[in-house]
């Protein structure tokens, strides 16, 4: 059984940071990308950044120069280092593993609250 479990949301002060990891379970993490993904109440999901197995990244330009992804493919984990964080970062933030195969299926987490306000 595959599981993407999220943990590190929470309320921050604007200014302030987070870090968000996900381990995966039950999956080959290494032929997966592996993504962050945002929604904000009354928006659709965004993607924020992935990450792909050989490392190379792609961010949001929202987040450009804040956030900072990593994975480690010994540990099965992706992390995410949110810096500077703003109140329009507000939202659920889900993990993603993407196939980089062919006829692989995509998995999703089911989310960690991150909520920034004074």
């Known amino acids: 059984q595959v599981q993407l479990v999220e943990s590190g949301g929470g309320l921050v002060q604007p200014g302030g940071s987070l870090r968000l990891s996900c381990v995966a379970s039950g999956m080959p993490f290494s032929r997966y990308t592996m993504g962050w993904y945002r929604q904000a109440p009354g928006k659709q999901r965004e993607l924020v950044v992935f990450?792909?197995?050989?490392?190379?990244?792609n961010y949001a330009d929202s987040v450009k120069g804040r956030f900072t992804v990593s994975r480690d493919n010994a540990k099965n984990t992706v992390s995410l280092q949110m810096n500077s964080l703003k109140p329009e970062d507000t939202a659920v933030y889900f993990c993603?593993?993407?196939?980089?195969?062919?006829?692989?299926?995509?998995?999703w987490g089911q989310g960690t609250q991150v909520t920034v306000s004074s």
């Open positions: 990450v792909r197995s050989d490392g190379s990244t």
């Open positions: 993603n593993a993407r196939p980089e195969r062919w006829g692989m299926p995509e998995y």
